[in-house]
């Protein structure tokens, strides 16, 4: 009876064209958990619509029927609505299940998207853009994504070795004088009290090589900043739990946690990311850095309203968010910015005898001034003469030129009032004279009409190498462009690359010269192509493959003297060197093995080689998987993509990477010099 009703049960929820696959007669068990957990519509209409399915999962209380949704998960959970490929992945001793304890998730696919296995031809390209030496013009080309990404998550208890330091290898250094090719690594620099002094890009999972890093920069990074995956969740990109939204928060935790211990104790981390996970950004970087820790939430505007997009059911979204906080807001601190301001017409009086004392001062308005300059008998004859815009550009360029002498008043307030109120008060009175408070213990304080002056000239900074009016940096940033960047480091990735300008400021914002700054989503290369013209060390972590668009690729253009980006306001003329290397492969060579098989026979071919040479996971019965399963022709009716998913779980997550402390083993075929290199980096003598 309870057979007959769990096939009717499941024969009755395909009917939601989100739950099963026709094409792969797969049925999503995990998204139909979250749906019923979301008391979706649909699925409350197709149950309380049928009279079985009705009668057992919902209760009437007065006129009103109520999901029984503990009972209903309750009976998915022990009738298993499975589809072939989980039986299968049990059969072999791979448990598909939802892990409730702490997890650590390894992978996340691109920047801006979630993605399967087998995605289409037209989502398998980023877009770039490759400078031609010969015709001296930049061509759009695309680049097909080489990785294949599986949901790989390892709970805690399934954990032995994933954390250990990896070996590195295919080591080169990168100088001013061999950008190209770069040269054999022969040392790895260091200062006086052995902290490592060099740049790296760094090739591998950025989880393991974050905890790789440990060992060398615990304590030592000044600066992290971060661009991660905005998890958009677009739903053309399909997976069999759609790297949901709790694998997403899992995904950043464990990497935020290892990138605390690497801060210093006056270390900030900038996060950036867009609306669909701001809030649970801003909740987990609380969990993880602790409220107190908070120090701002930036908000940039991104793209013009303008366009297909502008055109959408919701109101157009331009907003990026930068979450930062310090690891320790006692020690922790941002520098002082300033950014170009306009200039301000209440800056309208200018003072026409300021070297005589103070209370002889005498003064006219600015535009008084320019009609009598200009040979007009007053002020109104001079602006019937001239356009609106003509005459603000005028007193603009007056105020420029006199802003030691260009002034406006503003009121007091608060301590400086109170300090100040008989003067202030027998200023009210005696109106157009200056006056200072007795004893005035402020350099340049004068009172007119009850009010301070501030002079023009008090508004100028100096900003990159120029001193204008400016103003101090507030939390909503608009002056960043997001567009007309395709030549920016020769470099152009669809949807993720950040402009020079945006890295600039938040290094001078979070840190000095010579301070280490950390990005573990490198992708194109951004911050560290901006933190070397900056003066800053740096590591850049990255496990994609972007062909020509990789970060080495863009750092060899800016030790090269690239002249793009923010390289002309600082006079950036080239220099410097940085090293590149990898995480050494292991199981991770295999699952590109798996990613690269064009067919089943392929892959039935390849399990000899996975099972001799590579490392299982342990709960793995190969016996079964070849017998009962090769054999018999199941693993055969499931998509390529699904059997490459079987193969990639049969490989132990633990032993991705080589780890450091078994790289003299033989069968790892790794070179002496990659050996005495990852010695060299982790400062141990064999």
């Not at 905005?230 to 069999?240: L, P």
């Amino acid at each position: 009876m309870e057979i007959n009703f769990k096939s009717k049960l499941f024969e009755l929820l395909k009917r939601d064209h989100r739950l099963w696959n026709e094409e792969t007669k797969e049925f999503n068990e995990t998204l139909l958990k979250d749906l019923v957990d979301k008391l979706d519509e649909n699925i409350l209409e197709l149950l309380f619509n049928n009279a079985e399915t009705k009668e057992r999962f919902f209760i009437k209380i007065k006129d009103v029927y109520v999901l029984k949704q503990n009972e209903l998960k309750f009976f998915i959970d022990e009738n298993k609505l499975d589809n072939s490929f989980t039986q299968l992945a049990n059969k072999i001793g791979l448990t598909i299940d939802d892990k409730k304890d702490e997890r650590v998730v390894l992978n996340w696919p691109f920047k801006d998207c979630v993605l399967e296995g087998g995605m289409t031809k037209e989502d398998a390209v980023d877009v770039y853009y490759k400078f031609d030496k010969k015709t001296g013009e930049w061509k759009e080309e695309a680049a097909k994504r080489k990785e294949i990404f599986f949901n790989e998550v390892l709970a805690r208890d399934e954990i032995d070795r994933l954390e250990d330091p990896k070996t590195l290898y295919k080591w080169r250094r990168f100088t001013a004088e061999n950008s190209e090719n770069g040269e054999e690594l022969k040392e790895i620099k260091r200062d006086e009290k052995g902290i490592i002094k060099e740049n790296f890009v760094i090739k591998g999972n950025n989880l393991l090589s974050l905890h790789s890093l440990k060992s060398q920069f615990e304590g030592k990074i000044k600066l992290i900043y971060i661009d991660p995956p905005f998890n958009t969740g677009k739903d053309e990109f399909k997976y069999n739990d759609n790297f949901n939204h709790s694998a997403w928060l899992t995904f950043m935790k464990n990497r935020l946690a290892v990138a605390k211990e690497l801060l210093r104790d006056d270390g900030v981390i900038f996060v950036h990311i867009g609306n669909e996970e701001a809030a649970y950004m801003q909740v987990l970087l609380d969990e993880i850095f602790n409220r107190e820790n908070y120090l701002n939430h930036i908000t940039m505007s991104t793209n013009a309203a303008s366009g297909f997009k502008a055109t959408s059911a919701k109101i157009f979204s331009t907003a990026n968010h930068i979450f930062v906080y310090a690891k320790k807001a006692d020690k922790g601190y941002l520098n002082k910015l300033y950014t170009r301001k306009e200039y301000d017409d209440s800056y309208g009086y200018y003072l026409l005898n300021p070297s005589e004392p103070y209370s002889r001062w005498k003064y006219k308005k600015i535009i008084e001034i320019l009609a009598e300059e200009n040979g007009f008998k007053d002020v109104k004859s001079f602006q019937k003469s001239f356009a609106k815009e003509i005459i603000l550009e005028k007193i603009k360029k007056f105020a420029h030129l006199n802003k030691e002498r260009v002034f406006r008043t503003a009121a007091l307030g608060g301590g400086a009032l109170t300090k100040r109120k008989v003067t202030v008060e027998k200023s009210k009175k005696e109106k157009g004279v200056v006056l200072q408070h007795p004893n005035e213990d402020v350099k340049g304080f004068y009172i007119l009409n009850g009010e301070q002056i501030v002079f023009w000239s008090n508004t100028y900074k100096e900003i990159d190498g120029d001193i204008v009016p400016a103003t101090s940096l507030t939390d909503v940033w608009t002056d960043i462009g997001f567009t007309g960047i395709a030549n920016e480091g020769g470099i152009t990735l669809k949807n993720g690359k950040k402009p020079e300008p945006l890295l600039k400021r938040i290094i001078e914002l979070g840190s000095s010269e010579n301070d280490i700054v950390l990005d573990f989503f490198a992708g194109s290369g951004t911050t560290c192509a901006v933190a070397h013209k900056m003066g800053r060390q740096w590591i850049a972590i990255e496990q994609l493959d972007y062909s020509d668009n990789n970060p080495e690729e863009r750092m060899k253009g800016v030790i090269a003297g690239d002249p793009t980006g923010i390289s002309k306001t600082i006079n950036w003329k080239g220099g410097g060197d940085f090293i590149y290397t990898q995480l050494a492969k292991w199981n991770e060579e295999a699952k590109e093995k798996i990613s690269e098989a064009k067919s089943y026979d392929e892959l039935v071919k390849l399990f000899s080689l996975l099972y001799e040479k590579y490392f299982l996971n342990y709960n793995v019965r190969a016996k079964d998987f070849k017998e009962s399963i090769i054999e018999n022709n199941e693993f055969k009716k499931l998509s390529l993509e699904r059997q490459k998913e079987i193969f990639g779980k049969m490989l132990d997550l633990n032993q991705m990477y080589i780890n450091f402390s078994e790289r003299n083993d033989k069968k790892y075929e790794l070179t002496s010099r990659d050996i005495e290199l990852s010695e060299k980096f982790y400062n141990v003598k064999n």
